[in-house]
């Protein structure tokens, strides 16, 4: 298997020679500009990994990965307009740039492109879990702007939430790599699996990051969750354990709609600290990044193979971005 790198290069070169046409140039203009901000590209670069670890030639896989990383720019451009997101990897949002209907419109664009990329692999086992795993990111969606109006969303519910908005995709780019490979369907399987419990360490994580991480390695501003009101592991267990003072502070800051940014930001922040919040989701990142390297470890591949994947797992887990 190759290096990280090396398959982050094969992604990039693919994505960067990707032939938009140049009319209508506001149609297009918003996708090349948002595909050229970067990013981790780890969907891409686990489905060629996958591909390459199951015996497979990843470069029959690079369409496939691309049209999985397209699919993901795609729902960040909509995601950023609900969220109302002023930044996506240090750089203006599609929607502030532009604007709201355009991001629209070029994440629809985005999402057919990356249908006909997945399709040129003619594997209908991957066009299925293609859909499948679109279906499941929208509900996730749907189940967390649902949440925005209730004060009684449990763990295990966001815990289910964003295992549909973020994990399965994860899933889906090991065992798209997989399938195409011709691996039997229970290697593939654990490969899924590996990718799901990755993906919810991965999300949990990104909730750390936006309390307690550096906006020049995060890429987005802090405390975008904090302003929102998102219920977010740090918040749902923060409701939860709140009693007294505490839980008065909290509900003030959830619903003073004057409250400055820089005041909001640090007073919940606080109040996490004073909770423990923040412990809890280590914990939870450890567990869920453990079953993923048990699932790894299961798959019947090299053990340099393995290695990989672990080693990727215990980064992405415990990354600072």
Not at 58 to 76: C, K, Q, R, W, Y
Not at 139 to 162: A, C, H, L, P, S
Request: hydrophobic share 40%.
């Amino acid at each position: 298997m190759k290096a990280f790198q090396e398959y982050l290069d094969i992604v990039n070169g693919a994505i960067a020679v990707i032939p938009y046409p140049l009319q209508p140039n506001q149609l297009y203009e918003p996708i090349a500009y948002h595909m050229a901000l970067g990013g981790k590209r780890v969907r891409p670069v686990l489905t060629l990994m996958a591909c390459d670890a199951m015996g497979g030639d990843p470069s029959h896989a690079i369409d496939v990965a691309v049209g999985l990383e397209m699919f993901h720019n795609f729902t960040l451009l909509h995601d950023d307009v609900m969220d109302n997101a002023d930044v996506r990897r240090g750089k203006p949002t599609v929607h502030r740039r532009w604007n709201d209907n355009t991001a629209i419109l070029s994440g629809d664009t985005m999402l057919t492109i990356a249908t006909q990329y997945i399709a040129r692999s003619a594997n209908w086992q991957c066009m299925d879990l293609f859909n499948k795993t679109a279906i499941e990111i929208y509900e996730g969606q749907q189940w967390d702007m649902d949440y925005e109006d209730r004060n009684d969303v449990t763990v295990d519910e966001y815990i289910m939430m964003i295992r549909l908005k973020t994990s399965v995709l994860l899933g889906c780019a090991l065992k798209m790599g997989a399938l195409i490979a011709d691996a039997d369907i229970t290697e593939a399987d654990l490969l899924y699996q590996a990718g799901v419990n990755m993906g919810l360490a991965f999300q949990l994580r990104d909730d750390v990051l936006d309390v307690w991480g550096d906006p020049e390695t995060f890429g987005k501003e802090i405390g975008g969750d904090i302003m929102n009101n998102k219920k977010t592991f740090l918040l749902i267990n923060a409701m939860q354990l709140a009693k007294g003072d505490d839980a008065d502070e909290l509900r003030h800051w959830l619903n003073d709609p004057y409250a400055t940014r820089d005041d909001k930001v640090k007073g919940v922040t606080a109040l996490y600290e004073r909770l423990g919040v923040r412990q809890l989701a280590e914990d939870a990142i450890t567990h869920y990044n453990d079953l993923a390297v048990a699932a790894f470890n299961r798959v019947k591949m090299s053990d340099d193979d393995k290695q990989a994947f672990v080693t990727l797992a215990n980064r992405l887990s415990g990354r600072q971005y």
